[in-house]
Each structure stands twice: as C-alpha cells, then as structure tokens.
C-alpha cells in the first residue's frame, strides 16, 4: 500500500477546505462544476468530476452527495435543538512537551466517537514535535524520543484528525488546553481552527458532582470506580472521559438538561435546572479561540 506523502495530505486538505468556501458561497453545484471551481480548469469530464468529488469527500459528515453525484453541504443540526441522546461528540484528549501551544508542541493524540449513547469508536497517534521531550513529560506520560522518532508530524495527520472530529461536538477534560492545543497546531500547519460545539467535563463535573474534592480526572474515574488503559496517554484519558461523559448525559437528563443549549445555560446558571420560559431556540454564542486553562484539572 502507498502511504500519502505529507505534502499530498496537505493539498488535500486544502482542496476540502476550498470545496466548503465554494459551497457556501454557491450552494449545491453539479460535480462538473464544482470541479472546475475547485480545480480553476476550463472544463472537467462529468464521469471524472464525479471520481474526484467521491474521493475527496468520502466519510466527511460535512458534504452530501446525491445519486447524480452533485454536492452540496449537509445540513447540521442547530446545537441549540441537538438533543444530548441523539448528538454525536468528539472526545478528545492530548499530550504534550509543555503547557503553552505558542512553544511547546502535541505529542500525542487521542479521541473517542460517542454517538447516540455509547462509544462508538476511537483514533490515536503519536506525533513527532519536531522539539526535544522534557524528561519531566517523558516520566508523566511514558512518551520518549525514540517512540515519537519515527511518528508522523502533525501536517501529516492533521486530515485525519479533522475527518474523525468532523461536525461533532468537542469534548475534553479541561477543554481550553486541548483545544487550545489543536487549535494552535491546525492554524499553524492548516490555516484554520476549529468551530465545533464544546463542553467540558471539568465544568460539568463541578456542576454535576459539587461535593467532591476536586474535579481532576483521576478523582472523577475513582468516584464510578472507572480505570485508565494508560493514564497520561491519550487514548487511555480519552476513553474514561468519554465514560464520564456518558455519565453526565444522565445526571443532565435527571435534571431536565436535554439539549446543548440547556447545558450552557445550567452551566451559565450555576447549576440551576433550565427554566423552560427562558430557554430560547437562537444559537449559542461561541467562545471558541479561548487561552488554554492551567487549572490542574486534568
């Protein structure tokens, strides 16, 4: 099997991210034209138009093919009237070669698929930082330099990274440093961030379960008596917050809280169960290019 150069993903990459400018600036076009939009020719074979267009697209929840082959992107749910049952979520989780994304870099990715209650999937990499492993990061996570030697850069698997997440909702324990993480990677390599719907597990576990010590994750995974395939790896935190998260689906849904628009306001109101009369259909506003939290809950 050929493995794509990191140059090839990088253009391809680019041609998905062009296709989206294109159709939300012209709306659902024929393959042949919006091949010849996308690849600035005089004119591309229907038949070929339509390979292209399958490939490109294939498994990105962001575009719509019809029989016909004409594409188009797909609706997405309003986040203010998707249901927790029914949303499907990103969790994810990163490690690390420090606390700033500004120097430090992503060694390691890790994220979990939840879709209509239950996990439902997973992708985890390592990464090569192109920067030295602090021996202090190395004893955390178990990461050392001749593991990440031979790993992909993050160009390398940025495609890849951004096809698993898809229109999900992002979640993460302490969101704003793994975002802020991923973000800082993907306008640094890509050109753009991301603008999923988020939560985060820190801010729902202080709501949900006020009584604990703390909101760390450790302290969380004990209380449902939950253990890590591999704490401080990705894949392994990963997957006991999207536990977690299920978890807190039923604690929300015990209090009324059914929706991602209801979460936001019960977090906003500190805990309190959403007042029906208040609750409005508009969009939630975005705060999506937040500084990563230090907070020590994690």
């Known amino acids: 099997m050929t493995i794509p150069s990191p140059?090839?993903?990088?253009?391809?990459?680019?041609?998905?991210?062009?296709?989206?400018?294109i159709l939300l600036e012209k709306g659902a076009l024929p393959p042949a034209e919006a091949c010849r939009l996308l690849l600035h020719s005089h004119r591309v074979p229907p038949a070929l138009a339509v390979r292209i267009l399958q490939d490109l697209v294939a498994g990105d929840r962001r575009f719509r093919?019809?029989?016909?082959?004409?594409?188009?992107?797909?609706?997405?749910?309003?986040?203010?009237?998707?249901?927790?049952?029914?949303?499907?979520?990103?969790?994810?989780d990163v490690e690390t070669t420090?606390?700033?994304?500004?120097?430090?870099?992503?060694?390691?990715v890790g994220a979990v698929r939840v879709e209509r209650g239950r996990i439902d999937g997973s992708f985890a990499t390592l990464v090569?930082?192109?920067?030295?492993?602090?021996?202090f990061i190395s004893s955390m996570t178990g990461i050392r330099e001749e593991m990440v030697a031979g790993a992909p850069s993050f160009p390398a698997v940025a495609e890849e990274i951004a096809r698993f997440i898809g229109e999900s909702v992002l979640v993460a324990?302490?969101?704003?440093f793994d975002l802020g993480f991923l973000n800082q990677e993907l306008r640094r390599s890509c050109g753009f961030i991301l603008a999923n719907p988020s939560l985060c597990t820190v801010r729902l576990g202080r709501r949900l379960?006020?009584?604990?010590?703390?909101?760390?994750l450790d302290t969380l995974a004990d209380h449902y008596g939950m253990s890590f395939r591999g704490r401080h790896r990705a894949l392994g935190d990963a997957e006991v917050t999207a536990r977690l998260l299920l978890k807190f689906i039923v604690l929300l849904e015990e209090k009324g809280v059914e929706d991602l628009h209801s979460v936001e306001r019960y977090l906003a109101d500190g805990g309190r169960p959403p007042d029906p009369d208040r609750v409005s259909g508009?969009?939630?506003?975005?705060?999506q290019d937040s500084p990563p939290s230090s907070?020590?809950?994690s």
């Open 98 to 108: 420090g606390g700033s994304p500004s120097s430090d870099r992503i060694l390691e």
């Open 7 to 21: 140059g090839f993903r990088r253009k391809t990459l680019h041609l998905v991210r062009r296709l989206e400018e």
């Open 282 to 287: 508009g969009k939630r506003r975005r705060r």
């Open 173 to 176: 324990h302490n969101l704003p």
């Open 128 to 135: 090569n930082p192109g920067v030295p492993i602090p021996p």
């Open 209 to 216: 379960l006020p009584h604990l010590p703390d909101r760390r």
């Open 295 to 297: 907070s020590g809950e």
């Open 65 to 92: 093919l019809d029989p016909a082959g004409a594409v188009a992107l797909a609706p997405a749910p309003a986040p203010s009237s998707l249901r927790l049952r029914e949303a499907r979520f990103t969790v994810l």
